[in-house]
């Protein structure tokens, strides 16, 4: 009821008037939706790297490092899985009485299943085995210097 008033307030005003709500309306749906999609590609972004580099150790590294990796790896993927799931059973529930709230909720769920595949790359997706080492051997040598200079930080700091 309260919409129908607003449309009604708009579309008694001139038509200048309304060309100028409609542009700015339109223009904050622009900047809203430029910067959410800014903000989720960055964390998106993030989350792949972080998912790559689990699962490079699950391919590389050996004994208890790698068994951690591996289940981190499967941990990642799972929380995803149990996210789409979850909202492809509301989205069923819905199903009956909101048909848009369904399609919306069925797309959710695939973004959710697919962002549970970053976790479980295909091994060749990689790349070659010697190509892969070295890059792992880099990164664990550039954490353990990270770790170096925050204990050295630590120790200096008063």
């Not at 399609?103 to 959710?112: D, P, Q, R, T, V």
């Not at 070659?128 to 200079?149: G, H, L, V, W």
Request: glycine share 6%; hydrophobic share 45%.
């Amino acid at each position: 009821m309260y919409t129908m008033d607003i449309v009604k307030t708009v579309t008694d005003r001139p038509v200048i008037v309304q060309g100028a709500l409609g542009s700015g309306l339109f223009w904050a749906i622009l900047e809203i939706g430029q910067r959410s999609v800014r903000k989720y590609a960055e964390r998106i972004g993030r989350d792949k790297k972080t998912a790559n580099w689990f699962a490079l150790a699950a391919h590389e590294a050996s004994g208890e490092a790698g068994a951690h990796a591996r289940f981190i790896c499967l941990y990642g993927a799972l929380h995803y899985v149990l996210k789409g799931l979850v909202i492809t059973v509301l989205s069923l529930a819905v199903s009956p009485f909101l048909q848009i709230f369904t399609a919306s909720g069925y797309l959710i769920a695939a973004y959710f299943f697919f962002r549970a595949l970053a976790f479980v790359p295909h091994t060749a997706s990689l790349g070659p085995i010697a190509e892969r080492r070295q890059r792992f051997k880099e990164s664990i040598a550039e954490m353990k210097s990270r770790q170096d200079k925050e204990q050295v930080a630590t120790k200096n700091a008063p």
